[in-house]
């Protein structure tokens, strides 16, 4: 494993994370037994945006005494009380989610909270109108929050809030369909977008990565818009020479996908 230094605060990080949004599916026994296995191969950093709510009690169990040797990245926004995932801006909402997270990941701290998913500038004006940001930043002056994040598809609404001066880490989607205007969250000119990377490895700003495979898209030739299949670990490396990137969060749905990942070291 490689890691790299997060700049706000100095976090070693592994510059392969791993994404939640397929393991979720999954028996328990076979999600602890992949999330351990990711520990064991020097995977530290964990996002917590799955599709599945079966995903928080099991992390929970794989990593209760593992969890000073990792990082989580956990969503204010991001609904799982109903059992499956849910979108939300609304305070209570917020905060009954959050405390069910903690509660099953069977931890009293998050090392990245983040702003959830906001693409619209209309998103950020509701968060804040309702109280989830100062709720946020509440958390993160009493400790419980280590660092404050933004996870968004959008460049222009990364900028805003980056104007902010608020958050340490940004989840941004990369991958060449995205980078060359192509796919549903193409959103951004080509230069656009590398200017907002530019701009977090200027300001200190890290980057986790979602999205390096373009949803398998990038890794099936009769559904890329190239017309070609390129392996995960081409895609893997276009990732983390965008300028600003900290971690790529490829999701996992078993050991056996995990070892896939990690031959990305070895190639």
Same mark, same amino acid.
């Given at each position: 494993?490689?890691?790299?230094?997060?700049?706000?605060?100095?976090?070693?990080? #592994?510059?392969?994370?791993? !994404?939640? *949004?397929?393991?979720?599916?999954?028996?328990?026994?076979?999600?602890?037994?992949?999330?351990?296995?990711?520990?064991?191969?020097?995977?530290?950093?964990?996002?917590?945006?799955?599709?599945?709510? %079966?995903?928080?009690? %099991?992390?929970?169990?794989? &990593?209760?005494?593992?969890?000073?040797?990792?990082?989580?990245? $956990?969503?204010?926004?991001?609904?799982?009380? #109903?059992?499956?995932?849910?979108?939300?801006?609304?305070? /209570?909402? @917020?905060?009954?989610? @959050? %405390?069910?997270?903690?509660?099953?990941?069977?931890?009293?701290?998050?090392?990245?909270?983040?702003?959830?998913?906001?693409?619209?500038?209309?998103?950020?004006?509701?968060?804040?109108?309702?109280?989830?940001?100062?709720? &946020?930043?509440?958390?993160? #002056?009493?400790?419980? @929050?280590?660092?404050?994040?933004?996870?968004?598809?959008?460049?222009?609404?990364?900028?805003?809030?980056? /104007?902010? !001066?608020?958050?340490?880490?940004?989840?941004?989607?990369?991958?060449? =369909?995205?980078?060359?205007?192509?796919?549903?969250?193409?959103?951004?000119?080509?230069?656009?977008?590398? %200017?907002?990377?530019?701009?977090?490895?200027?300001? !200190? $700003?890290?980057? #986790?990565?979602?999205?390096?495979?373009?949803?398998?898209?990038?890794l099936d030739a009769a559904r *890329?818009?190239?017309?070609?299949?390129?392996?995960?670990?081409?895609?893997l490396q276009y990732a983390l020479?965008?300028?600003?990137?900290?971690? =790529? &969060?490829?999701?996992?749905?078993?050991?056996?996908?995990?070892?896939?990942?990690?031959?990305?070291?070895?190639?």
């Amino acid at each position: 494993m490689e890691y790299r230094i997060l700049p706000h605060g100095g976090e070693k990080i #592994s510059a392969i994370g791993m !994404g939640s *949004s397929v393991i979720g599916v999954r028996p328990e026994a076979e999600i602890i037994a992949t999330v351990r296995a990711a520990v064991e191969g020097g995977i530290n950093y964990f996002d917590m945006a799955g599709g599945h709510a %079966a995903i928080f009690g %099991a992390y929970g169990k794989a &990593l209760e005494d593992l969890r000073k040797r990792v990082y989580l990245q $956990v969503h204010f926004g991001a609904d799982y009380t #109903s059992g499956e995932y849910g979108w939300t801006t609304k305070l /209570d909402e @917020v905060k009954r989610s @959050v %405390a069910w997270q903690l509660e099953n990941l069977r931890t009293d701290y998050i090392d990245f909270g983040f702003i959830h998913c906001l693409d619209e500038a209309q998103d950020l004006r509701t968060y804040t109108k309702n109280g989830v940001l100062d709720y &946020l930043k509440s958390l993160k #002056s009493a400790g419980v @929050v280590r660092h404050l994040g933004l996870s968004s598809h959008t460049p222009a609404l990364v900028n805003e809030v980056l /104007d902010l !001066g608020l958050v340490d880490m940004v989840m941004f989607s990369i991958n060449p =369909v995205y980078d060359y205007g192509k796919g549903d969250y193409g959103i951004g000119e080509t230069a656009e977008r590398h %200017a907002l990377y530019c701009r977090c490895q200027r300001e !200190g $700003v890290g980057i #986790s990565v979602m999205k390096p495979f373009c949803g398998g898209q990038l890794l099936d030739a009769a559904r *890329s818009p190239f017309g070609t299949t390129l392996t995960k670990e081409q895609c893997l490396q276009y990732a983390l020479d965008q300028p600003g990137v900290i971690t =790529v &969060l490829p999701g996992c749905g078993s050991k056996a996908e995990l070892r896939e990942i990690l031959h990305f070291f070895d190639t």
